[in-house]
């Protein structure tokens, strides 16, 4: 324990992000908005930086030596992401630009080709847009029938009622492993042996929100797929992933065709690449995977536990503070596992008044409805402040929060 | 700190003028902003071609209320000849403070509901 935390040093770890040096009219820069995208440190920025440099080219295409090194770099990178994550190798790892275009990839992939008239698919209230929409395109187009697993009260997913949506007929299940406004963490493992004893559905998870901040194993928690963005785990915008099992990725049809994606093409047709290619047509983001790449060695060298550990820190620290200042509410439980983030709104205030002064004293956070409508109606609420956290968050960035929040709550409230 | 950049906001969120419904207006029309869910509604009697009362109501945030309220004060009395010439960066200078690109959207809702009510749909997104 006490060699963990030598080796966690918030102020260090601030060192390497050049932002976090930013002053906003004045006055140091808060950064509390990781759940919408984190700052990159020095070691990403230079990895894209290397790469322009010294070893641009395209990959998988030329003899020559630069288009060699790319290629090592950028299969390199899944194969890091493979073990950052505990799946088998990186045949089972896919680039995408975001968690969105991850779960587009399923939904598209074995959705359009795969699921028939009254098939059905399960989600649930908890989901970020990008978990709901594409399976509300499949029941448009193939006339499936879509279920919500309800949200508990105290901000967890109703297991009950997933248990009695489950069915032969269940073809997807598709659910966050943790919510990006109420923190929820859910319970994984649990929630997919329900599953797997009730269906043979394919099991979906969105890790936006929970890989850049706890271990998640695929081979542990034993989902089917796993749909993550880069840019929320330090790595550049336009980054994401999808991990599938080697044996459904197999059999799938490809989502986006191409170059890149082909074995063979004659004026007949065409074969398909190898994994993971077979599903990333045209020329990749070479940049950015490589990018993500080093984010991955950034994380692995401070340890997911001692960001787990720092996170929840702040969490009860900042829930505390929070706690003292009279009409505030905050959503979600706190009391079971949950992330860094929390949502709120104080009362009398709107929460884009929230967000705009703290603004104006440097502090970002989000206010909106966080792109997950369905839940926010569900507990009645139009929306909402969130703050969130990440490694180079301070106790002391939290305090000078509070101090604004206690000013808003004093001038605004009527 | 706060309560002297936001003065005159705070005073017309709290103690919002004109505010209210109005029965048989002569024009009115409401206007959203549905990215940030603030809503303006504006209820106008004319007379000669004079403004001789105006309502709105809505929701939302601080500057979306309180500039509605500014601004209904401005135009109570006006004649709607001399209101066509008011520019949006003079409503904006009536609020008593600098705003940011991004809330300048809250700040702009109800000039924009007021034109259109004023002077038609063709000032849509003018």
Not at chain 1, 152 to 171: I, P, R, V
């Amino acid at each position: 324990m006490e060699i963990k935390e030598k080796i966690f040093d918030v102020y260090k770890i601030r060192n390497d992000f050049p932002c976090l040096k930013r002053k906003i009219r004045g006055k140091d820069l808060i950064y509390f908005d990781n759940a919408a995208t984190t700052q990159r440190p020095k070691q990403v920025i230079e990895a894209i930086k290397e790469f322009y440099e010294n070893y641009n080219a395209n990959v998988h295409r030329g003899v020559h030596t630069l288009s060699y090194e790319a290629s090592v770099k950028y299969e390199e990178a899944h194969q890091k992401v493979a073990e950052f994550i505990g799946a088998k190798g990186m045949e089972e790892i896919i680039f995408t630009r975001n968690a969105s275009e991850a779960l587009n990839l399923v939904a598209y992939s074995i959705g359009i080709h795969e699921l028939e008239e009254g098939d059905e698919i399960i989600t649930t209230l908890m989901e970020h847009h990008s978990n709901i929409v594409p399976w509300q395109m499949l029941r448009k187009v193939k006339k499936i029938k879509l279920h919500y697993v309800n949200v508990l009260k105290n901000g967890t997913l109703d297991l009950e009622h997933l248990e009695k949506l489950l069915n032969k007929k269940t073809k997807i299940v598709a659910f966050t492993l943790a919510s990006n406004f109420l923190g929820t963490i859910t319970p994984a493992k649990e929630i997919i042996k329900i599953i797997r004893n009730k269906s043979d559905a394919i099991i979906v998870c969105d890790g936006a929100q929970a890989v850049p901040h706890i271990k998640v194993n695929v081979k542990e928690i034993d989902c089917d797929f796993l749909a993550v963005s880069g840019h929320k785990m330090l790595g550049p915008t336009g980054t994401g992933f999808l991990y599938g099992k080697k044996h459904l990725l197999e059999k799938m049809e490809p989502f986006l065709y191409g170059g890149d994606m082909i074995f063979e093409v004659t004026t007949e047709g065409a074969t398909w690449n190898e994994l993971p290619w077979k599903f990333e047509a045209g020329t990749p983001n070479i940049a950015g995977g490589i990018g993500l790449s080093a984010a991955i060695d950034y994380l692995n060298e401070i340890g997911m536990e001692n960001i787990e550990n720092h996170e929840k820190e702040l969490l009860e620290y900042a829930l505390r503070r929070m706690r003292e200042i009279e009409d505030i509410e905050i959503y979600g439980h706190k009391e079971q596992d949950a992330l860094g983030l929390i949502s709120f709104n104080i009362k009398g205030v709107h929460p884009h008044d929230i967000a705009g002064i703290c603004d104006e004293e440097g502090i970002a956070i989000r206010s909106g409805h966080h792109c997950t409508q369905p839940l926010m109606r569900h507990f009645c609420i139009e929306n909402s402040a969130r703050a969130s956290f990440y490694i180079y968050n301070t106790k002391e960035e939290i305090d000078v929060f509070i101090e604004v929040l206690k000013k808003i709550k004093k001038y605004f409230s009527k | 700190m706060i309560e002297e950049i936001y003065e005159i906001i705070l005073d017309h969120y709290k103690n919002p003028r004109n505010y209210g419904k109005m029965e048989n207006p002569d024009i009115e029309y409401e206007g959203g902003n549905p990215y940030c869910g603030d809503e303006i509604k504006m209820q106008f009697k004319l007379k000669n071609g004079v403004i001789e009362d105006v309502k709105f109501s809505g929701r939302g945030c601080a500057i979306s209320q309180a500039s509605a309220s500014i601004l209904t004060e401005y135009l109570k009395g006006k004649k709607i000849e001399e209101i066509k010439n008011f520019k949006k960066e003079e409503h904006l200078k009536n609020l008593g403070m600098e705003l940011s690109p991004v809330r300048m959207k809250c700040a702009l809702l109800a000039y924009e509901v007021m034109r259109i009510a004023l002077f038609g749909e063709e000032e849509i997104g003018k």
